[in-house]
């Protein structure tokens, strides 16, 4: 989205049904952006990383959905020697796709503009580790369609993702930040 801020942030979030947030397990790359989606209503589907975390822990694991390595994993297949090869090779709906981006099915004009990502991907190391969260990416997504067809249950797992959310809301935060960081106390309330 062009311009993207606060203003504009302020009419996306409350029309959200799902905050998508998929960063690898251990890179902390997901913020704040996901807990407004979810104080908004959207579910959450992303890896169990960053702010995820504790919306999983305040909302349950019933209202966000949790896909991909663990950061443990993470660790531990990087000092494995992770390969995304095997990833690519195996999973003949990936391959197709990424060969169809790498041959320029969807840039014409530019056959290789996205040679490089695909690269990138399969062949210089797929620093993210996207090909081996793929498989568990698309099941995640399948649960995530199953629910939205279902249109009370999706409707009963927001407002129960909402309500799970109001720890993070800005009352709280400003009341432990003055209580705990800046011991300020509030004034009273004049007669």
């Known amino acids: 989205i062009p311009n993207y801020g606060v ?30 989606l979810a104080l908004n209503g959207a579910l959450t ?55 169809a981006i790498a041959m320029g099915q969807f840039s014409p004009d530019e056959p290789s503009r996205y040679r490089g990502q695909i690269n990138a991907l399969i062949w210089e190391g797929d620093h993210y580790m996207l090909l081996a969260d793929y498989a568990s990416y698309v099941a995640t997504q399948l649960r995530v369609d199953a629910l939205y067809r279902d249109q009370a249950q999706w409707c009963e797992r927001t407002i129960a993702n909402v309500a799970g959310m109001g720890m993070f809301s800005s009352d709280r935060t400003i009341g432990e930040y003055a209580r705990d960081i800046w011991h300020v106390k509030p004034m009273p309330e004049p007669d």
């Open 7 to 36: 203003s504009v942030a302020e009419i996306i979030m409350p029309g959200a049904d799902l905050s998508e947030q998929i960063s690898t397990a251990g890179t902390e790359a997901s913020g704040t952006g996901n807990m407004k």
């Open 45 to 99: 589907i992303g890896t169990d990383d960053g702010a995820n975390i504790e919306i999983r822990q305040n909302v349950g694991d019933d209202n966000i959905f949790i896909f991909g390595l663990k950061t443990p994993e993470v660790r531990a297949l990087r000092v494995s020697g992770y390969h995304p090869l095997p990833y690519y090779e195996k999973q003949p709906q990936l391959k197709a796709v990424l060969d």
